[in-house]
């Protein structure tokens, strides 16, 4: 995206603003989705992310790449996404325990885009957030190691560090499953 077009969005001229939309649409909603294993959620969150680019249009320096800003924004918009939700299931194993009742199950809910078999992704699933997200944003999304530190903000060494660990604990969690 170059500057010309970012002004355009800026100065909230709708043209620019839905080719920035087209642009990135479907790698938003695949981050978003590796991230929160829920397509409505998902979706609802590639649409904050880019309100929450445009509110914050001003702020890009071009320090980093556009696509970079870009996914740190759609990171910190899942992550807040993520913890509601977990906020939310808390609440409702608590009223399920009170009212003994059965959760619901989502039809909706299904495996990540062919891209690994079931129990992979559960495995990665598991991993706290520190270990999946780089593992996310390395191996589904395809992002350097540089590119990753600057979306979450820690340096390089760091990410390389937490893709290790992450996959010696997926390593020995699959081990464990094997008959």
């Known amino acids: 995206m170059d500057t010309r077009w970012l002004e355009l969005c800026r100065d909230g001229d709708a043209v620019a603003v839905e080719k920035l ?5 479907k790698e938003l909603y695949r981050l978003a989705f590796s991230i929160l294993n829920d397509p409505d959620e998902a979706e609802d969150c ?5 309100l929450a680019v445009l509110r914050a249009l001003d702020s890009f320096r071009g320090n980093a790449s556009f696509k970079t800003w870009l996914y740190s924004i759609t990171v910190n918009v ?12 808390r609440l409702q194993n608590v009223l399920q325990g009170i009212f003994h009742t059965q959760p619901a199950t989502h039809p909706e809910e299904s495996i990540i885009q062919n891209e690994a078999d079931e129990r992979i992704w559960q495995s990665i699933c598991q991993l706290d957030e520190k270990h999946r997200l780089p593992v996310l944003l ?6 350097p190691v540089a590119e990753i530190a600057q ?7 760091t990410v ?6 992450a996959r010696e604990r997926l390593r020995d969690v699959l081990k464990e499953g094997q008959v």
């Open 21 to 25: 939309v087209c642009t990135y649409q």
């Open 46 to 50: 590639t649409q904050e992310a880019f």
């Open 78 to 89: 899942c992550r807040n996404r993520y913890e509601r939700r977990k906020n939310r299931q």
């Open 138 to 143: 390395r191996y589904y999304h395809d992002l």
């Open 151 to 157: 979306i979450l903000g820690v340096p390089p060494g």
């Open 160 to 165: 390389h560090s937490r893709l290790n660990t």
